[in-house]
């Protein structure tokens, strides 16, 4: 069954950094386009970052600047890098596809950004 395992997120002061980690068990985890996302409570999943198969990435013009995707697909596992983190971005992060169709979504791991 392909699932998607997120973690490293907690409670960081506003500045602060974290490092999120989503381990996919995916076979063909290197063709597909991969996103991290985040939400909200009432609000719609944004989509923050994406990185291609080809490691081109993108990010939301929120986080620009300040969180890197990037992937390992030896791992199989994506990665978020959030520096100089604000209270905005407190949220749970998701991974998942870049796009449709997606795959089962994962639990999640919180990120609170609080001093």
């Known amino acids: 069954q392909v699932q998607l395992v997120e973690s490293g997120g907690g409670l960081v002061q506003p500045g602060g950094s974290l490092r999120l980690s989503c381990a996919a068990s995916?076979?063909?985890?290197?063709?597909?386009?991969m996103g991290w996302y985040r939400q909200t409570p009432g609000k719609q999943r944004e989509l923050v970052a994406t990185?291609?198969?080809?490691?081109?990435?993108n990010h939301a013009d929120s986080v620009k600047g300040r969180f890197t995707i990037s992937r390992d697909n030896a791992k199989r596992t994506v990665y978020l890098q959030m520096n100089s983190l604000k209270p905005e971005d407190t949220a749970v992060y998701y991974c998942?596809?870049?796009?449709?169709?997606?795959?089962?979504w994962g639990q999640g791991t919180q990120v609170t950004v609080s001093s």
């Open positions: 998942n596809r870049a796009r449709a169709p997606m795959i089962p």
């Open positions: 995916i076979t063909i985890f290197s063709g597909y386009d």
């Open positions: 990185i291609t198969s080809g490691d081109k990435t």
